[in-house]
């Protein structure tokens, strides 16, 4: 297909902005600690050298993105023996990420700027054998660009937003364009199959695959931190609400409010998705009359709520209680991410609003891994009665224990489509 009239608008206007926003870029990148020659890779500049052989590409926005995609380069890497990967991201903490927990005979780099300069250069230093973006990571010249140099590319994972789609209707041409320099597309769900396959051109396959997050590695847990804590809590009963947004913390503290009643020990490790509403949130505790001791005070759990309000230790509340209410559910956020909590070994409750995880939830919720609840009534009624029969509660566990086993055999299937589409086999 000829580039459209949309498409070379953009790239006249990436020329001109392209000084400025690199000038940005570099600024905030040594500002939060980058070194200024890793800095200057936005430019196409790069301080790893090409190594010899097959090169596969993955190319993720930011730290979600990233760590989902390093099982899928270690499947590609046990079935390619010879091939190496690189790594682009956008961020400094998906760089060190990555660089912490990504699989051998991998390098990272920062992503290229959407500009012919820094694209171009980017290209001919690398020469990558094919090219791998994860969900929405569709950046047009550096698309048309490697379709030119003769990279056979994929979209894994691929989803939109309805607002992205809706909008991307609008130009069906210049969508029909940007999308039919995929080889290959396979998306979340089947909804998302759909409305992709309507705008891609015939030439692209555009498949049903599954959210990419089911295969990122399990959060960190600090040896020490988890035995010292295990020890303070012992056998009170316990439980997590992570990732919880305003309202939501009421309704936990409801529910535990009814777990006490029948569990007078009983722990809850309420853990709000932005730390720094700590204060706000401690203030809540107080009013509804609970007791309380906080993690950034450096205190013990030896109250009723103990107030997880750092970042970074969401995978050690996982690894000290059976089940976790899941926030963003509740009020109408969409959900967060059940893979980490199943990855723990823990069972999971959760609110209706489910939209950024649909597709995961569902299965989730079928396997008995998963129990969905209206309100903060009826999650203390579901807690009460997972303490209350212990043999329920094992059996969502190894439910939810199941369904994250089945990764392995998603990323190994993924791998063989790769290999297949973009050629990149023996």
């Given amino acids: 297909m000829r580039p459209t009239a949309l498409y070379r608008a953009y790239v006249a206007a990436a020329a001109l ?18 070194a200024a020659h890793r800095a200057h890779e936005i430019l196409g500049n790069t301080t790893e050298q090409r190594p010899g052989g097959l090169l596969v590409w993955f190319h993720a926005a930011s730290v979600g993105e990233s760590l989902s995609v390093l099982p899928l380069i270690a499947a590609l890497g046990r079935q390619l023996p010879e091939a190496r990967f690189l790594i682009t991201s956008a961020t400094p903490t998906s760089a060190a990420m ?35 973006f994860v969900e929405s990571e569709l950046w047009p010249q550096i698309l048309v660009r490697a379709r030119r140099a003769n990279v056979p590319l994929a979209l894994v994972g691929a989803r939109m937003s309805l607002r992205s789609l809706n909008r991307w209707a609008k130009f069906p041409r210049t969508a029909a364009f940007i ?17 992709l396959g309507d705008m891609a051109p015939p030439h692209t396959t555009v498949e049903t695959g599954f ?6 590695p399990a959060l960190p847990v600090h040896g020490a931190a988890h035995a010292e804590l295990a020890d303070t809590i012992a056998e009170r009963p316990t439980w997590v609400a992570a990732s919880t947004h305003p309202g939501e913390e009421a309704d936990a503290l409801l529910a535990h409010a009814h777990v006490l009643k029948t569990h007078p020990d009983a722990l809850l490790i309420l853990a709000p998705r932005h730390p720094d509403r700590g204060d706000e949130v401690a203030a809540l505790i107080e009013n509804m009359g609970l007791s309380h001791t906080r993690r950034t005070d450096g205190h013990a759990p030896d109250a009723q709520v103990y107030l997880a309000d750092t970042l970074g230790e969401m995978g050690l509340w996982y690894a000290l209680a059976p089940f976790v209410f899941l926030g963003g559910s509740l009020q109408p956020h969409g ?11 823990a069972a999971i409750l959760t609110g209706p609003h489910l939209s950024n995880f649909a597709e995961t939830f569902a299965p989730l919720e079928a396997c008995g891994a998963v129990r969905i609840v209206a309100d903060g009534q009826d999650m203390g009624e579901r807690a009460l009665h997972w303490f209350d029969t212990p043999q329920a509660l094992r059996v969502a566990q190894q439910a939810a224990a199941d369904f994250v086993a089945k990764g392995d055999t998603d990323a190994a299937h993924i791998a ?5 589409v973009l050629d990149i086999g023996p």
């Fill in 17 to 34: 902005v392209v000084p400025f926003a690199a000038h940005a870029r570099i600024r905030r990148l040594r500002r939060d600690g980058v």
């Fill in 98 to 132: 990555i660089a912490a927990r990504m699989p051998p005979r991998c390098v990272h780099q920062y992503a290229p700027l959407d500009a012919a300069g820094p694209v171009k250069r980017f290209l001919k230093r690398w020469r990558p054998d094919a090219a791998i």
């Fill in 179 to 195: 999308l039919g320099q995929f080889r290959l597309i396979l998306t979340q769900n089947a909804e998302m199959a759909k409305a």
């Fill in 211 to 216: 959210n990419l997050k089911s295969l990122s």
């Fill in 335 to 345: 959900g967060h991410n059940p893979y980490e909590v199943a990855q723990a070994g």
């Fill in 416 to 420: 063989d489509r790769l290999i297949a």
